[in-house]
């Protein structure tokens, strides 16, 4: 069985500066993120100063439209700020160009979304062998073992060579989580992971986090559950794309 260590730094070839942060995984100084559309121009973000430390287990909640989805996606570099610093891992996210930004996220960066996003036509394995190919981290030879062994971690082994649409939505999500993991990432970002699933599923996928943030594995969850982000370790608060709230829940 290949063992996962969830402390692994992951390995990075691009030129992005790095910085010194005492420990905090997540830096945003000043973040603004600004989009123009037809109807004018809308902030999404404004000024944003943000610090997550490594192991920590954050939720962000908000009302629709506060900034939640914009901040989850500037962090990963989906989206890019239009002005201010995203610094993550000690790479200064926001001085990438858009070929570094990808090499960096596919290595470093989990992602879990609301929809699952798995490929239809690969089974679960394949799902996660997919994500392990485009990584690059993780030695040829020891890939299939490594996808089977994060199936199991997140209960899944079983349906290791079932296409996603024989799958519960639950099933799916977890799968999803696992396929996360495939580069054991620095950071685990999560928008609305429990937002598609029956009452049921969403406590085994939230259990499933506990469990990784246990482990120490740095988790960022978007989600509109008050009662879910009571149970992060601690919750960020947006209101028109500002911070107007932080506390620590335990």
């Given at each position: 069985?290949?063992?996962?260590?969830?402390?692994q730094?992951?390995?990075?070839?691009?030129?992005g500066q790095?910085?010194e942060?005492?420990?905090r995984?997540?830096?945003?100084?000043?973040v603004?993120?600004?989009y123009q559309?037809?109807?004018g121009?809308?902030?999404?973000?404004q000024g944003?100063?943000?610090?997550?430390e490594s192991?920590?287990?954050v939720?962000?909640i908000g009302?629709?439209g506060?900034?939640?989805?914009?901040?989850?996606?500037?962090?990963?570099?989906?989206?890019?700020p239009t002005?201010?610093?995203?610094i993550?891992?000690?790479?200064?996210?926001?001085?990438?160009?858009e070929?570094?930004?990808?090499?960096?996220?596919?290595?470093s960066?989990g992602?879990?979304?609301?929809?699952?996003?798995?490929?239809?036509?690969?089974?679960?394995a394949?799902?996660?062998?997919?994500a392990?190919?485009y990584?690059?981290q993780?030695?040829?030879a020891?890939?299939?073992?490594?996808?089977?062994?994060?199936?199991?971690?997140?209960?899944?082994?079983?349906?290791?060579h079932?296409?996603?649409?024989?799958?519960?939505?639950?099933q799916?999500?977890?799968?999803?989580?696992?396929?996360?993991?495939?580069?054991?990432?620095?950071?685990?970002?999560?928008?609305?992971p429990?937002?598609?699933?029956d009452?049921?599923s969403?406590?085994?996928?939230?259990h499933?986090?506990?469990t990784?943030?246990?482990?120490g594995?740095?988790?960022?969850?978007?989600?509109?559950?008050n009662d879910?982000?009571?149970?992060?370790?601690?919750?960020?608060?947006?209101a028109?794309?500002?911070?107007v709230d932080e506390?620590?829940n335990?």
């Amino acid at each position: 069985m290949l063992e996962v260590n969830l402390h692994q730094k992951a390995s990075y070839s691009g030129d992005g500066q790095k910085e010194e942060f005492n420990g905090r995984l997540v830096n945003l100084h000043q973040v603004v993120k600004t989009y123009q559309s037809s109807a004018g121009k809308f902030t999404a973000l404004q000024g944003i100063d943000m610090q997550v430390e490594s192991g920590a287990f954050v939720s962000i909640i908000g009302k629709s439209g506060s900034g939640k989805s914009t901040l989850i996606n500037v962090i990963t570099g989906i989206d890019r700020p239009t002005s201010g610093e995203v610094i993550v891992d000690h790479i200064q996210v926001h001085s990438l160009n858009e070929e570094q930004i990808a090499i960096w996220r596919g290595r470093s960066i989990g992602v879990i979304f609301q929809f699952f996003q798995l490929l239809p036509t690969l089974t679960a394995a394949e799902n996660i062998l997919l994500a392990m190919d485009y990584g690059g981290q993780i030695p040829p030879a020891g890939r299939p073992e490594r996808a089977l062994y994060l199936l199991e971690l997140v209960g899944m082994a079983d349906q290791a060579h079932r296409l996603p649409n024989s799958l519960s939505g639950g099933q799916q999500q977890c799968v999803a989580i696992a396929r996360a993991l495939a580069n054991d990432p620095v950071l685990l970002t999560a928008d609305e992971p429990t937002g598609n699933l029956d009452s049921k599923s969403a406590k085994m996928v939230f259990h499933l986090f506990e469990t990784l943030a246990q482990a120490g594995k740095t988790i960022l969850m978007v989600t509109h559950d008050n009662d879910l982000a009571a149970r992060a370790q601690r919750t960020i608060r947006l209101a028109d794309g500002r911070i107007v709230d932080e506390f620590t829940n335990r």
